[in-house]
């Protein structure tokens, strides 16, 4: 692994402002998310698993090993995650054509519009936000322009 040299810059003062203020303006989102999420009835795990499936590469399948690996959960937690998304009609399981034992899931035609629902909404809330954002992740990158 190759080493990348570090900036050797002491933090000041207007750092440690900068990353409070982005570290709340991250909280906030969070508080957004799961607020849009539970209006919804869905928990904030349950909408994640819906947009990491949407957004997953293009022309391949997601399955649930790599949908695991994309929320940073563990297999059977994942295997409940998506029991419980089933059983909302919200996404689908279906067999590999050549490891029946892997299993692929999609979203159903419910699960798109919720998470199309729920996408419009963040991308508003981002839009709001995003100036911020971006002033104070570039103060803290050392990148003000």
């Known amino acids: 692994m190759a080493s990348h040299p570090q900036r050797s810059r002491r933090v000041s003062r207007d750092d440690y402002m900068a990353l409070a203020?982005?570290?709340?303006a991250l909280r906030g989102f969070m508080y957004f998310s799961a607020k849009a999420a539970r209006a919804e009835k869905l928990s904030p795990q349950q909408q994640q698993a819906l947009l990491a499936i949407k957004g997953f590469s293009p022309g391949r399948h997601i399955s649930i090993g790599d949908l695991a690996e994309h929320l940073y959960r563990k297999h059977n937690s994942t295997v409940g995650l998506?029991?419980?998304l089933v059983k909302r009609k919200l996404v689908r399981r279906s067999p590999g054509s050549t490891d029946r034992r892997k299993v692929f899931i999609e979203l159903t035609p419910q699960?798109?519009?919720m998470i199309d629902r729920l996408s419009a909404s963040h991308r508003e809330e981002?839009?709001?936000?995003g100036p911020g954002l971006r002033h104070w992740l570039q103060t803290i990158?050392?990148?003000e322009r």
Request: net charge positive.
């Open 21 to 24: 203020s982005f570290r709340h």
């Open 141 to 143: 990158a050392g990148d």
């Open 111 to 113: 699960g798109e519009a």
């Open 126 to 129: 981002l839009r709001r936000i």
């Open 82 to 84: 998506v029991d419980r």
